[in-house]
């Protein structure tokens, strides 16, 4: 089955400071996703990489998928405290349905 | 759309108590799905339905977990007896397609088993 690391763990930077997360798969990613959860909320997507190569980006987040489709990284540049939160990287499974990586706590200083 | 709509928000049961988690999906998604999230384990799929019928439930931990899905709007998960280590966040995604589509999450029902 596939497995998806993330790193780091967790994360505290001081607001302004840019950060990246990075997600590590075992199997080529065909689908890519980042999702941002709140504690004690539900999921929320971010952005969504296909394509060797790809990058998106949205406000201040950009995500990386690099050109082996085995690695993922989320940037976010000039932290504020509405980045805290908990940074999901999924990968589209077969049959359906995303596998999970553990997730980066990130926690940003004012 | 109000999204993915998931009750209750937070569940205290005792052990042995039966438990039952609602789910309404966005109009129009023909895939649900059911996910666990817990410390040790992260986010697991349970099942997922296409069409309102259920395709592979083989993430359901035991035979105490079953899911229905009896129309395009509803979806239940029940645990029959509930234990302890079934204390988890439970949510509830919903997608247009199954795969290389955004899933649409729910808030999640917080269950815990005393």
């Known amino acids: 089955s596939q497995e998806l690391e993330q790193s780091p763990q967790s994360l505290i930077v001081q607001e302004g400071k840019n950060l990246t997360i990075n997600c590590t798969s075992s199997?080529?990613?065909?689908?890519l996703y980042w999702y941002k959860q709140k504690y004690g909320e539900g999921l929320i997507f971010l952005m969504m990489?296909?394509?060797?190569?790809e990058e998106k980006s949205h406000e201040k987040i950009t995500a990386k998928l690099d050109e082996k489709k085995q690695q993922s990284s989320l940037h976010i540049t000039a932290s504020q405290p509405s980045h805290a939160g908990i940074y999901l990287c999924?990968?589209?499974?077969?049959?359906?349905?995303?596998?999970f990586g553990a997730g980066t706590i990130l926690r940003v200083k004012s | 759309d109000a999204g993915v709509i998931q009750s209750p928000r937070h569940e205290v049961t005792e052990m042995g108590q039966e438990v039952t988690l609602r789910c309404k999906p966005i109009?129009?998604?023909?895939?649900l799905f059911w996910y666990r999230q817990t410390m040790m384990r992260g986010l697991e799929l349970l099942i997922y339905?296409?069409?309102?019928?259920?395709?592979?439930d083989s993430g359901m931990p035991e035979d105490r977990f079953s899911a229905k899905m009896p129309n395009a709007s509803f979806s239940t998960l029940k645990i029959q007896p509930s234990e302890p280590r079934d204390s988890a966040v439970y949510f509830c995604?919903?997608?247009?397609?199954?795969?290389?589509?955004?899933?649409?999450f729910g808030q999640g029902t917080r269950l815990t088993v005393v």
């Open positions: 109009s129009g998604h023909d895939y």
């Open positions: 995604a919903s997608s247009y397609h199954g795969g290389n589509t955004e899933a649409f």
């Open positions: 990489l296909q394509k060797g190569g």
């Open positions: 339905f296409n069409n309102n019928v259920p395709i592979d």
């Open positions: 999924g990968a589209d499974r077969s049959p359906p349905g995303l596998v």
């Open positions: 199997k080529t990613l065909y689908g």
